[in-house]
């Protein structure tokens, strides 16, 4: 029947034909959803003895198909099948629309799904469509919310097998994927490698993205069409508690962490948790007292970029964001946003504890740790400790004397840039804090609430 091409037996459900009865068995359970074998293991149950048997070995953790070459060893002999294509570089399978050329049957299968753009799996639930199963697979865990991976020694838990592989790397610093032009190195070669290549003004300077709306350019097209969405004011993925709206998926996950109250990514030296990874990368920063980026003017070394971008404004004194209300102008946007909360008395932050409200997240943070007694921060030198990173940083002063902040109009020194703004205000006679009530003004806000009692 190979020469012949005949398939005598036919699925009564779906009329697909086969050359074996045996194959049409194996197909009719896709319709009955029958799993006749059962891993005495887990109970976890197959439609197929072969798939049973692979599954076997992830109990055994025996690997008994090694490659000649590197001598790596696989759990099935399909997959040492693959593997021996990157040695020899054999691409069978070709495409004969396009001419392109593919190592796996998969692969040219996706491939002609994406040029005809045909989608056969689709979502129960929401009824969103894939190309590829196992695309589908991974959305499910978005309504099931289930992450069947774990990995035993942070507790973390992954919806996909490939991101929990990705994660144990974390946790060993290995970075096995390097860029192809540079010498930068990854721990996946997925999305983290494939933005760097993508980011080809790393390496070449070329942005070949434009805004349609406005003349900026990007080197990736997915922060093209993050902007894009900014300037269409679109927000597509919308969070299923409170139904805010945002702009990327990611930011959406994120929020769900303030209705869960989860804390996923753990500190491995004091075990403070974090909801969010960049979070717990910045936290580790001041274990290893690592200062990665540096201010090219004065060789001022930060923490975070964003800390620099915030320093490099003050050698450039530029202040583009303007007040619409006193049109005073700040540097930052942050800044600005702030500043529009003194003109409308607007406190959106709230203490669970007190209910006290606070203009400021990071105010109402350093707030809370008068609930909690909590002092993270502690010196090196005495051991004291102290509730903020900035009352350890003046703390320090006291050790080593020095005092950064200068008057430029009679030199003299202060350890606190607060000291040394109060200080300005004895040479420019300005008095910013005014009385409500009788119109006096005073050069320091203390003053002005002892005025006021």
Request: with cysteine; charged share 30%.
């Amino acid at each position: 029947m190979t020469h012949t091409n005949e398939k005598p037996h036919q699925c009564v459900v779906c009329e697909k034909r086969f050359t074996r009865s045996g194959h049409l068995k194996m197909h009719m359970m896709t319709h009955t959803k029958e799993k006749p074998h059962c891993c005495i293991v887990c109970e976890k149950r197959f439609s197929k003895s072969g798939n049973l048997k692979s599954h076997m070995l992830t109990h055994t953790k025996e690997k008994p198909h090694r490659c000649t070459i590197c001598e790596k060893r696989f759990s099935k002999s399909g997959n040492l099948k693959r593997h021996m294509l990157t040695h020899t570089k054999e691409k069978p399978h070709r495409c004969i629309v396009y001419e392109q050329r593919f190592s796996e049957s998969g692969n040219l299968k996706t491939h002609m799904l994406t040029r005809t753009n045909r989608k056969p799996y689709r979502c129960d639930v929401c009824e969103k469509r894939f190309t590829q199963g196992g695309h589908l697979k991974n959305h499910m865990w978005t309504h099931t919310k289930e992450k069947p991976y774990l990995y035993q020694t942070c507790e973390k838990r992954f919806s996909m097998r490939g991101n929990l592989k990705t994660h144990m790397l974390t946790h060993t610093d290995r970075k096995p994927f390097r860029c192809d032009v540079g010498e930068k190195r990854f721990t996946a070669s997925g999305s983290s490698k494939k933005s760097h290549h993508d980011t080809t003004a790393t390496h070449t300077k070329h942005k070949p993205y434009k805004c349609d709306v406005c003349v900026k350019i990007f080197a990736i097209s997915g922060h093209s069409k993050t902007h894009m969405l900014k300037q269409t004011n679109e927000k597509p993925h919308r969070c299923d508690v409170c139904e805010k709206r945002f702009s990327r998926r990611g930011s959406v996950k994120r929020h769900e962490l303030t209705h869960t109250k989860e804390k996923p990514h753990r500190c491995t030296v004091c075990a403070k948790r974090f909801s969010k990874s960049g979070s717990l990368r910045t936290h580790m920063l001041i274990h290893t007292n690592e200062k990665p980026h540096r201010c090219n003017v004065c060789e001022k070394r930060f923490r975070l970029v964003g800390t620099l971008k915030r320093h490099m404004v003050t050698h450039t004194e530029e202040k583009p964001h303007r007040c619409d209300v006193c049109e005073k102008r700040f540097s930052q946007r942050g800044d600005l946003k702030l500043h529009t909360l003194a003109h409308t008395k607007e406190k959106p932050h709230r203490c669970d504890f007190c209910e006290k409200r606070f203009r400021q997240v990071g105010t109402l943070k350093s707030h809370m740790l008068i609930h909690t007694k909590e002092k993270p921060y502690q010196c090196n030198v005495c051991e004291k400790r102290f509730s903020q990173r900035g009352n350890l940083k003046t703390h320090m002063l006291t050790h080593t004397n020095q005092k950064p902040y200068r008057c430029d109009i009679c030199e003299k020194c202060f350890n606190r840039s607060a000291h040394l703004k109060r200080h300005m205000l004895t040479h420019t006679k300005e008095k910013p804090h005014r009385c409500d009530v009788c119109k006096k003004r005073f050069s320091i806000s203390g003053n002005l609430k002892t005025h006021t009692c």
